[in-house]
Nanobody
């Protein structure tokens, strides 16, 4: 079992930066793929980025590539999402999610409660 708690959301202006944190409970955090998703009002939840349990490799949605960066510190049970050059369309609730990558899980089983990011002009 893993519990995830996001923090760091807020109201920023377009062009600003923000860093989100995802703190996980549990002693085998290094076995988990961790991803960020987001959901804007009236839209489907969408994938943003992930970091692999195996080697920390990363994957990004095209919409955030070059602006967002995911990183993790397994010793601290924490994943961060650094968001730069924020745009109005980045406004959403951001969720941290985890799956047991070592076991080959394809579905994200664990989700945080979400943190709101609002970008204003």
């Amino acid at each position: 079992q893993v519990q995830l708690v996001e923090s760091g959301g807020g109201l920023v202006q377009a062009g600003d930066s923000l860093r989100l944190s995802c703190l996980a409970s549990g002693r085998t955090f290094s076995d988990y793929d961790v991803a960020w998703f987001r959901q804007a009002p009236g839209k489907e939840r969408e994938f943003v980025t992930l970091t692999s349990w195996r080697d920390g490799s990363t994957l990004y949605a095209d919409s955030v590539k070059g602006r967002f960066a995911i990183s993790r510190d397994n010793a601290k049970n924490t994943v961060w999402l650094q968001m730069n050059s924020l745009k109005l369309e980045d406004t959403a609730v951001y969720y941290c999610a985890a799956r047991r990558g070592r076991l080959g899980a394809s579905r994200y089983e664990y989700w945080g409660q979400g943190t709101q990011v609002t970008v204003s002009s």
